[in-house]
């Protein structure tokens, strides 16, 4: 299953993906860096980049900088991940930044339950990881 993740609430999208891979479905999502968080931007610049100081580099925690790291950690949250089947769902799991050539031609999903309109301010994941430092 191809799912596209332009313009999706990103906990929406995650919380989806995360019931389909208990289910045992192997998913692909393309284009996470497009995908969105609701908020006012500069607050959620400020709570990731708190998320992302907290520890140390050594011992963690570690977060991400990258966009498909991000959406990755957004739907690990959501899962079992220190169970078997929470392991074994998040191998099941393939996220890549932009369109990759593979996808062309195949049937792609687009979540209506993660397509609500928003209405509010909003950040997407790529804006969100371009402010905590990663360089595409």
Known sequence: MIIDAKNALAGRLASSVAKKLLK???IVIINCEQAIISGEPEATRKKYAAIRARGSPQHGP?????????LRRIIRGMLPYKTGSG???MKRLRIFIGFPEYAEGKHIMVPEEALREV?????????LAKALGWRN
């Open 62 to 70: 570690y977060f991400p900088k990258r966009p498909d790291l991000i």
């Open 119 to 127: 209405k509010t301010k909003y950040i997407t994941i790529g804006n």
């Open 87 to 89: 392991r074994s769902s």
């Open 24 to 26: 045992g479905d192997k």
